[in-house]
């Protein structure tokens, strides 16, 4: 079975059962607790923000489709305060309590710094322990549920508390292959190295990481390699999930774009910040390969960032600066009317998870490669293609080559592209993985009462 299968098939296996009896005796009191009420939790959500994509609009989305069936309580960072309360102005929420919480201002203040935000994150959880266990005083929890930051190497404030614990998604195992560095721009390494680092500290040498693992009643991932990671390190019972996925309204907004008429020319697209672990200096080495066989293609990047100029002055030196165009400045909603007019899809980064714009991008029906991150559902294999060589100049031919069999084969664009639309509707709606998250949550009281 492929690990798309897997992930979309499994179910929670408590890896230290004795036998048949004690999941039976999980099962029906799971089944029990369903029948005769809902569940008071207690969330941590460090990023959580309507309208909003990646880890803020997984918070947001999460709390708001739980609380249709649940109460909540949601510790949040400050710095969400204004959005949320303005967000609750228009549209009042019932069954969520907010509590914000931050510890200090001043050099905090420069949190778009990447490795200040780690550090951030690290003090908020452990300073947000008091927070958590007051309120669990004044409430007494059925559950708690850990929601972003989505990393296995950070710690949840949560793991502390004596409530059974659901963690996740989280993901974080999937770094760029370490041979791939010397490919890399100074900038992208040390970027790279200190989350790597921040990985290998946790993991090896943080009790409260560790602790945040061993004490996960159920424990989310989304990739077998984050599933393999937490399990070395003491997780008891995981579950693959989809680290993202799509509110079923947004699902509907893309649908309703105009979609590329047919033409003479193959449009590729990307989106991104141009960073070197996005990847798109890869990508324009790629598409240097298929302008040299075909005369009809082109190749549309909507984004900036520090490798814009470095990746314009590849185009020019490969002679393909008429035909591989940047694009900057353009809104969210301007790029996807620009992806919607596109008729390949490519995704270049370095890591395993796809990202927020892979989705859009298979909603939008467009077949789509990858360097790395493709989506684990059943059918993955069947949207688009991924490079498989253990070698970077090898992955990048394996994508010219996808290019090229998808800018000839009309026919296939359409059945791959048809795939990936019905990929998102069935596992990556996010409605749809609401009502499994509420049973993970039941399941998870119930394991506690059984052990």
């Known amino acids: 079975m492929t690990e798309a299968n897997n992930i979309a098939t499994s179910k929670i296996t408590p890896l230290g059962a004795s036998n ?23 969330v941590s959500a460090y990023a959580c923000r309507p309208h909003t994509g990646s880890e803020p609009g997984t918070g947001w989305n999460t709390i708001i489709e739980l609380s249709r069936h649940h109460e909540l309580w949601v510790i949040a960072a400050e710095e969400d305060r204004t959005d949320i309360e303005n967000y609750l102005k228009e549209t009042p929420i019932s069954n969520v309590h907010w509590t914000f919480f931050d510890f200090t201002r001043a050099f905090w203040d420069k949190r778009h710094n990447e490795i200040i935000r780690r550090i951030h994150y690290y003090i908020w959880q452990q300073r947000g322990y008091e927070v958590a266990k007051k309120l669990h005083d004044e409430v007494n929890f059925d559950v708690t549920l850990h929601i972003t930051l989505g990393s296995y190497w950070r710690p949840s404030l949560l793991a502390r508390l004596d409530v059974p614990f659901v963690w996740g998604p989280v993901g974080g195992a999937e770094n760029a292959p370490l041979r791939w560095y010397k490919h890399l721009d100074l900038k992208t390494i040390a970027w790279e190295l200190p989350k790597v680092l921040m990985e290998w500290f946790g993991v090896t ?24 990671r937490v ?18 309204h947004d699902i509907d907004t893309l649908k309703e774009l105009p979609s590329r008429q ?59 600066s008429d035909r591989f165009k940047i694009i900057e400045g353009k809104s969210r909603q301007e790029n ?15 890591h395993d998870e796809p990202g927020w714009v892979v989705l859009e991008a298979m909603t939008l029906g467009l077949p789509c490669i990858f360097l790395k991150g493709m989506p684990a559902t059943p059918n993955a294999e069947k949207i688009g293609f991924r490079a498989k060589s253990a070698s970077l100049y090898e992955a990048i031919d394996e994508m010219a080559d996808a290019m090229i069999t998808l800018a000839k084969d009309p026919d296939l664009r359409k059945q791959m592209g048809d795939i990936a639309r019905n990929e998102i509707d069935q596992y990556l709606c996010f409605e749809k993985t609401i009502d499994e998250l509420s049973n993970t949550l039941y399941e998870a009281v119930a394991i506690k009462a059984n052990a």
């Open 20 to 42: 048949g009896h004690h999941e039976e005796a999980i099962d029906q009191t799971s089944t029990e607790l369903q029948n005769s009420k809902p569940l008071k939790i207690l």
């Open 231 to 248: 399990q070395q390190f003491g997780a008891k019972n995981i579950k693959y999930v989809p680290q993202v996925r799509l509110p079923q």
């Open 205 to 228: 040498l943080d009790p409260a990481v560790r602790r945040t693992i061993k004490n996960a009643t159920v424990a989310l991932v989304p990739t077998r390699t984050t599933y393999q």
């Open 336 to 350: 996807l009317e620009m992806m919607a007019d596109a008729d390949v899809f490519v995704f270049p980064g370095l």
């Open 262 to 320: 047919p033409s003479d020319t193959i449009r590729f697209f990307s989106s991104g910040r141009m960073i070197g672990w996005k990847g798109i200096q890869f990508a324009v080495r790629a598409f240097a390969k298929v302008a040299e066989e075909l005369p009809n293609v082109e190749y549309q990047h909507v984004g900036d960032g520090g490798l814009i100029n470095e990746i314009r002055a590849i185009a020019e030196e490969l002679g393909i």
